[in-house]
């Protein structure tokens, strides 16, 4: 059984917009989903959805995690679960983290809202997640604000405060796409890294092609808040079956192979 | 730290100075003759240019200025009378030092502003909290109309209405007088309640807007929603996450209104005639006693300036990212 199975999620916003329709998606634990659209797809909303983060949004289906029903479960019970079994990481993480708390009591923060520790305990741990996640100087650094620090070491640390519970599955909402190419590459290879030694499961939401090649396990495609396309990223990214799957992957430049006069844009089916 | 209190500091003086340079010249090109506002009525010209060169009104006006700044930072005699530090002139009307006038009237406005403030920021704060967390419902209506009748309200009408209804009609507190709180608590309590009501509805109006506003737009924030999906209590999303950076403009306005109010208030202190800096200064205006309305201006520009290097202060206690500046 998947560690998360979304059937039929539909999200419905007071506007009138219908932002997912009738979505299924499946990450097995211990992989790596993409899931992949352009901007508008659904990809963001199916992210806060499963996390129950949506505020004033009709959410329908069935949201399934670890075989419980999320939908159906009250406030209290997803709040426990937020955070511990099930943590996120946004795209960008100087607006995510709250600039008036150093990083660590942040990291802390998380630790403490689920289990007993002192402040001291938790302030220790937060350390230790800094140096797992690459931050020099763990120690000191521990006590700076997030603007002190670099956009890739900003990501670093939301991904250390994800990661401080040791969560089943990690939703990552375009991790990477606030950062410059070169830190990109930092922060997936920590991702890649903290999935091999952890074995936590990572919902990847992307619109960048290269990041889906590089981590994921199985790929999703999303467009106009439906499914469009999915199975395992070799199957998808060599043979896509759809035409729109197939417009999007032809959109990506290229460093082997002939280059184009143009880049194609994607012709909406 | 240090560096940027000092900053502050070297700053207010600077605009201290200038305030000072300004009202000095407002006050000395206007064509009322000071010589003659110090003699009184029915004057001998002799005494008008004795008087003249007493309060060295035969100098230019650099030169008096620069004896005005001496008398404050060092004291100095005007003839024979001696004006001791901080000397900001006599009183035209009363031959009291204006300083001892403003230090003696001083009680009466603090008591004022302090009890109002405390008041307002509760009141206000609450309500524009309430009103944000429970926007769209009743709750949030109720407040905002309320705020809106406070602000609307013009002090002189609430003040002769809370008199006439509180104290002729009901006979429920006695007329505002000037009490010591270490004379007579219950007696300056029941002396100030009104004042404080009156100032409090105008102001927590404003406040309950501000602070609805602004808590509106944190809990919209990123990081909000990242605290969220932490899974922290509610409870802690909003306090911690939500209603502290909401505070910051709350903060920034209170120091300006807290040093405005100090420096008097003189709407409220004239209608329920309690003798604070407001009414000195009211009563200066009248009779046209130049020193005094000179003092009283530099004395409130003083406590305005100060209140802003406090504000600056507390900001960078708040907010780590303005300590680096």
New interface residues.
Partial sequence: MSLLSVRGLTVDFPSGVRAVDGLDLDVEAGRVLGVVGESGSGKSVTSLAV?G?LRNARVSGEIRFAGQDLLSLG?KAM??????RM??V?Q?PL????????VAFQIA??YR??RRASRKAAHALAVSMLERVGIPEARRRARS?P?EFSGGMRQRV?IA?ALCLEPDLLVADEPTTALDVTVQAQVLDLLRDLRERSGTAIMLITHDMGVVAGLADDVVVMHGGKRVEAGPVREVFHSPVTAYTRGLLDCVPRVDGPLPHRLPTVEVP | MILYTARRLVGAAGILLVICALTFAVFYLMPADPAQGACGKACSPERIAQIRATLGLDQPLPTQFAAYLGGIVAGRTYGSLECGFPCLGFSFQTNQPVWDALTSRLPTSVSIAAGAALLWLLVGCTAGVVAALRRGTVWDRAAMIAALGGVSLPIYLTALLSQYVLVVQLGWLPYPREVALTDDPVGWFQSMLMPWCTLAMLYAGVYARITRSEVLENLGRDYVRTARAKGLPEVTVLRRHALRPALMPVVTIFGMDLGALLGGALITESVYGLPGVGKLAADAINSADQPVILGVTLFAAAFVVLANVAVDLVYALLDPRVRTV
């Fill in positions: 996390l983060l406030p709040r426990a679960l937020r955070g511990d943590a996120m946004f960008d607006s995510c983290l709250n600039p008036y708390y150093p923060e998380a809202a689920h604000y603007h939301m405060m």
